[in-house]
């Protein structure tokens, strides 16, 4: 019998324009998507491509013009930039770059790509260039958002839902045909709860063709990337799943297709736009965060503050590190590369506090966000999704984490050279540290997720088992009528 109705339902659905302009969109708006995203993880690439031969370069002509002049060609340029001093190597000449490979499945959601930057120019001398950097975009598009597949899934695809499944029951009764139904010997709602499920298959077996031939066809591994795509699947299906089961308890209450309509956009109104939005703006209210202006004014402050006692912090520096004092030469406390050196590591001394505190503001913002989450399945979906594309801000977080890190390393490499007053040597550009991001392992699966995920379902079952009951009492009223 059931075979019958879908059968007759899949007839009735083609012969509608709703139907088929529905799925036609979300197939649409889920291959725009893919190719949006797989453009922004290419440009990027690209970018860390030239980034990473930009600096290979540099480092090759800096080692070849040491290399001459250890063979006894003169050096003919300006006395500060020549190669052989560790100051401008370190400085500027020789900035290594902290670069943030896209993952493999970048192209499923921006996230925080396209407001935290993926590379970092590292120089001994410019911490501070650390949280300055910005690259330049288009304020609008950072406003609104990008279009990708997470924006597809998070925003669209309950709309898609809605218009597929909102006048499911209403649409019986106004066509004549709802008395006949609840009449018969099938259990009504068990009939309703099959059109909403031979939809929920063709809406998400649709995504996920289109999906991964997209995903294919952008050259990512199907394979390797198994494990992250089979994630996704699930979550949107558990959300798909979501929006049909509350679409059907909707349904079972037997208003008119214009109330049904009006109670999900209502809902999808609440948990996508309105739950999240409040979220957001309480975290940054109850953890606001040390204002950027405060940050570079503070920089400025104690850099001033610094060059005032170029002389001070440097004698204090040869007395706490006697063995960096240069072997048979002199002291020059107005030495520029020795002055500005240890005015720089004073300055990152004292930024450190604000520093630390900016991150915690934003690790708290960040928690308070995730703890409730569950208010919204639309906030716990995005931020899956992000993490699945890798830009999330764990990732990104670790990413800025690790680049310190590697500064101070660099630093560290130079200072002993300069305040040793010791030259350059084309072996020691062999021996200059060189940034590889560390991959953390996959944490995808954590506790949160998978009860964000075990909510999603039991929300789902809770809504069918409504719409069964509600279903149920219409036959039974019509019965006994």
Do not use: C
Request: a positive charge; hydrophobic letters at 50%; zero cysteines.
């Amino acid at each position: 019998m059931f075979k019958h109705i879908i059968r007759y339902d899949w007839l009735l659905l083609r012969s509608t324009r709703t139907f088929a302009l529905s799925v036609a969109l979300l197939a649409l708006f889920t291959a725009f998507a893919l190719w949006n995203g797989a453009r922004h993880a290419h440009f990027q690439r690209t970018t860390l491509a030239a980034i990473d031969s930009t600096e290979r370069a540099a480092y090759a002509a800096l080692q070849s013009a040491v290399r001459d002049i250890e063979q006894g060609k003169p050096y003919k340029g300006n006395e500060f930039q020549n190669p052989q001093l560790p100051y401008p190597i370190g400085g500027n000449k020789g900035a290594r770059f902290a670069t943030l490979p896209p993952a493999p499945l970048a192209l499923v959601s921006f996230g925080q790509s396209d407001l935290l930057p993926y590379y970092y120019r590292v120089t001994m001398t410019k911490q501070q260039s650390l949280y300055h950097a910005e690259e330049i975009a288009n304020a609008a598009t950072l406003y609104n958002g990008n279009f990708d597949v997470a924006f597809v899934v998070v925003y669209l695809l309950p709309l898609i839902i809605i218009a597929l499944s909102y006048n499911i029951v209403s649409a019986e009764r106004e066509q004549g045909t709802l008395a006949m139904l609840l009449t018969s010997d099938i259990r009504f709602g068990r009939l309703v709860l099959s059109k909403f499920l031979f939809r929920f298959v063709v809406v998400s077996f649709v995504f996920a063709v289109v999906l991964l031939a997209g995903i294919g066809f952008a050259g990512v591994n199907l394979l390797q990337a198994s494990s992250e795509l089979a994630l996704m699947l699930l979550v949107v299906v558990l959300y798909a799943a979501f929006w049909f089961a509350l679409s059907f308890a909707v349904n079972s209450f037997g208003r008119n297709s214009g109330v049904n309509a009006a109670l999900l956009l209502g809902v999808w109104l609440l948990l996508v736009l309105i739950i999240p939005s409040i979220l957001t703006i309480t975290a940054t209210t109850l953890h606001p965060a040390p204002s950027r202006v405060e940050l570079i004014t503070q920089t400025r402050e104690a850099s001033d503050a610094a060059k005032k006692r170029t002389a001070q912090l440097l004698s204090k520096f040869y007395e706490d590190h006697p063995e960096l004092l240069p072997k048979g030469k002199e002291i020059n406390p107005k030495d520029f590369a020795t002055a500005s050196l240890s005015a720089q590591m004073e300055v990152d001394k004292s930024l450190k506090p604000l520093q630390d505190r900016f991150s915690a503001q934003t690790e708290a913002q960040q928690s308070l966000i995730g703890s409730y989450r569950f208010l919204s399945p639309s906030v716990f979906v995005q931020q899956t999704l992000n993490d699945i594309a890798g830009t999330g801000y764990r990732r990104y977080a670790d990413f800025t984490a690790q680049t310190y890190s590697f500064y101070q390393r660099f630093q560290q490499f130079f200072v002993g050279k300069v305040f040793r007053q010791e030259r350059m040597t084309s072996a020691d550009f062999e021996l200059i540290p060189a940034f590889r991001y560390a991959q953390t392992a996959s944490t995808l699966l954590i506790a949160p997720n998978v009860l964000n995920m075990a909510l999603l379902l039991i929300l789902t079952v809770a809504f069918v088992s409504l719409g069964l009951t509600k279903t149920a009492r219409m036959q039974l009223v019509e019965a006994f009528a």
